[in-house]
Nanobody, 124 residues
Framework: VQLVESGGGMVQPGGSLRLSCAASGFTFSSYDMSWVRQAPGKGPEWVSAIKPGGGSTYYGNSVKGRFTISRDNAKNTLYLQMNSLKPEDTALYYC??????????????????WGQGTQVTVSS
């Protein structure tokens, strides 16, 4: 199993970024996938999740209305479109896989595979 994030960078407040997570080594279309972030000096925070078919999506309160999760199962890729970025969105962003049958997304310990992370910095 391999998860490789990309798309991070530095952006001004109010700006946008699109993160990608390329998945390999497993049947991507069978798994719930999530984005989790960790800000400096803080614990990990669940951001968003999406069901295998992409029809159901979920968001943490801090990003609801600003971020959009999506997936392309034909390309084995997970995305996170981040708009109206704030300095408090600065963090290392990870994509993570839930074991089949697990959908308690806010339970960080439930994920079985993680990517290496991509840094997002929001600063003027």
């Amino acid at each position: 199993v391999q998860l490789v994030e990309s798309g991070g960078g530095m952006v001004q407040p109010g700006g946008s970024l699109r993160l990608s997570c390329a998945a390999s080594g497993f049947t991507f279309s069978s798994y719930d996938m999530s984005w989790v972030r960790q800000a400096p000096g803080k614990g990990p925070e669940w951001v968003s999740a999406i069901k295998p078919g992409g029809g159901s999506t979920y968001y943490g309160n801090s990003v609801k209305g600003r971020f959009t999760i999506s997936r392309d199962n034909a390309k084995n890729t997970l995305y996170l479109q981040m708009n109206s970025l704030k300095p408090e969105d600065t963090a290392l962003y990870y994509c993570a896989r839930s074991p089949i049958g697990f959908s308690v997304y806010w339970d960080i310990s439930s994920y079985d595979f993680w990517g290496q992370g991509t840094q997002v910095t929001v600063s003027s």
